[in-house]
């Protein structure tokens, strides 16, 4: 639909990336942690596919140092080793590691499923792994985020686009869902079995 964003074959005009975006930095103090507050930590992301998968431990309640605010609006950018492509799509609003760069699009400029596509991208993984500081702890940073040169389809297009992102999506946690069900339904059917309790 957009084309390679490397190649950008469709010769879409080209900005900088906080001309369609913006790295939201709104801070969460740890006296204002609830137990309410879902937090996100780094290790929470599935590399490239993006899935929110829940393994940290903390509590929000019992985190000491400040973390950044989130909202379904936002997209989540693990900017720590920028390689193993950790880009997310949040169903709740919470709180998340400073690890974490939640993302907002410009609104009437970029919506979310165009900004996460263009994250996800070989062309953005590379050039954010080839500026990455920090020898030990491998970082994208925020300049080089803000700065790097993307394409800019239109927004009637990138509309389009997040209506068939956002069925997709539907179907995927559908699947899910299902998946969830089937595996419940085959562990208790193995336990029958196990029992003798199944002729």
Known sequence: MFGEPERNEKEWGKVKFNQ?????????????FTKEDVYLGLEDIEKVTGNII???????EELKSSKFRFT?????????????????????????????????????ISN???????????????????KTVGANLPRASSDSIQNLKVYKPPMEL??????????AETLKEQYKNSLH????????????????ELK
């Open 20 to 32: 369609l975006a913006n790295i939201d930095r709104t801070q969460a103090l740890p006296n204002e």
């Open 54 to 60: 829940k393994t940290s431990l903390e509590n929000a």
């Open 112 to 130: 979310k499923y165009f900004i996460g596509y263009l994250m996800r991208s070989n062309y953005f993984v590379k050039q954010m792994t080839l």
């Open 181 to 196: 069900e089937l595996e419940n339904l085959y562990g208790s059917l193995s336990q029958r079995a196990f029992n003798g």
């Open 72 to 108: 379904t609006n936002h997209i989540l950018y693990g900017k720590l080793r920028p390689y193993l492509n950790k880009v997310a799509f949040p169903v709740t609003k919470g709180i998340c590691s400073t690890d974490i760069f939640p993302i907002m699009p410009l609104q009437n």
């Open 158 to 167: 990138q509309t389009q686009f997040a209506n068939i992102a956002t069925k």
